[in-house]
């Protein structure tokens, strides 16, 4: 089973760096690894191009920055697919390339492209995406760990190797 986990968002903004920073902290516990079963990426787009990054993986492990005014800032959420429709069902876009995730992997799955049978995503949720900063704020940087060994444990619990 190949498995992406890819980190979401902007190295340059504060909390929205969260994703990328996970996903650098995961690559760092699993390497070096011979085998190419678990890929680690980094990625600052969505839509058509988030899709295409996700082509020919059996399963994709997503972390990314989630603002929600009714959870801590901080707080670590396991997700699917569904559950993040759920929480926006309104489709926006000034482009097809700025489309949802979910439109998207529907486009793509009616082109009968190699897409991941299973996505899950970890979302941390944050106050601050769009101040420049190097650091997420204190109580984001402080779900770091938790992000990262729960993305781990997935990681691992499906044939991902050893740590």
Do not use: K, W
Request: net charge negative.
């Amino acid at each position: 089973m190949r498995t992406l986990v890819l980190g979401l968002g902007n190295p340059i903004l504060t909390d929205d760096s969260v994703g990328v920073r996970v996903a650098e902290e995961v690559r760092a516990a699993l390497a070096p690894r011979p085998e190419d079963l678990v890929v680690v990426e980094t990625a600052s787009l969505g839509g058509l191009a988030l899709m295409e990054m996700l082509i020919g993986y059996d399963r994709a492990i997503l972390i990314d920055a989630l603002c929600r005014s009714d959870q801590a800032p901080g707080s670590l959420l396991r997700l699917s697919l569904r559950d993040v429709q759920a929480l926006n069902p309104t489709e926006r876009s000034v482009s097809p390339h700025d489309t949802s995730l979910g439109v998207a992997l529907d486009l793509g799955r009616q082109m009968g492209l190699p897409l991941p049978e299973e996505i899950v995503i970890y979302a941390i949720t944050v106050t601050d995406v769009l101040d420049f900063g190097e650091q997420p704020t204190p109580p984001v940087a402080a779900a770091i760990p938790a992000a990262v060994n729960a993305v781990l444990a997935e990681v691992l619990a499906r044939g991902g190797g050893e740590v």
